[in-house]
Structures are given as C-alpha cells and as structure tokens.
Nanobody, 122 residues
Framework: QVQLVEAGGGLVQAGGSLRLSCAAS????????MGWFRQAPGKEREFVAG????????DYLDSVKGRFTISRDNAKNTVYLQMNSLKPEDTAVYYC???????????????WGQGTQVTVSS
C-alpha cells in the first residue's frame, strides 16, 4: 500500500499554469507506475497522464498533449503534473494513483490520493 497526498491545485485564469504534486509514502515509490486522473461534477473520472516506474515512458489524454507534462522524482517520492495553457474544461478534482503499469483504466490502480481541486476561470 502507498499513501498519496496531492497538492498544488487552485484557481487559475484560462491560459495560466499550475503544477500539481503527489507525495507518496509507504511502500517503495519507485516500484509503482503513477497516474493522474480527473473528475468533474457529474462526469466520469478520466485518465489524464501516466508515467512508468523509472519515468522513461509516459502516456497522456489526447486533449492535454502538448499542454501537460507528467514527471517523477523517485528520490523525493513525488510525481508531478505540470499543467500549462489551462482551459476551463480542465476544471476538475485531480487525483494521483499508484499501480503496477501505466493504464487508462481506473480499476487497475490500487492506491489513490484524496484529490486536489483545479478550477480554471474564463
């Protein structure tokens, strides 16, 4: 089990940037692939970005490609999501999750953080 705590959410104007972080504790962080998901009210939770154990492989939701960058620092037990050129449709609660592999399927991730709210105003 890995405990995950997200931070860095907030209110930002369209076109602005935020950097989310997810700090992990518990089992060895470097043994886990990490993913970012988001969920807006009344909508399904969706995969946003994922990163492999070493950071050598990444995957992104098509609508965030070129705007968002996922990275990790295993020495700090932390995964990041740099979000640039934010749009109102990016507004959601963002969750980080730990799993064995990068997938876009929620149920394949075993551990989840509590989420951090990102609100993008127009």
């Amino acid at each position: 089990q890995v405990q995950l705590v997200e931070a860095g959410g907030g209110l930002v104007q369209a076109g602005g940037s935020l950097r989310l972080s997810c700090a992990a504790s518990g089992r060895t962080f470097s043994n886990y692939a990490m993913g970012w998901f988001r969920q807006a009210p009344g909508k399904e939770r969706e995969f946003v970005a994922g990163i492999s154990r070493t950071g050598s492989s990444t995957d992104y939701l098509d609508s965030v490609k070129g705007r968002f960058t996922i990275s990790r620092d295993n020495a700090k037990n932390t995964v990041y999501l740099q979000m640039n050129s934010l749009k109102p449709e990016d507004t959601a609660v963002y969750y980080c999750a730990a799993g064995r592999f990068i997938t876009t399927i929620q149920r394949t991730y075993n551990d989840w953080g509590q989420g951090t709210q990102v609100t993008v105003s127009s």
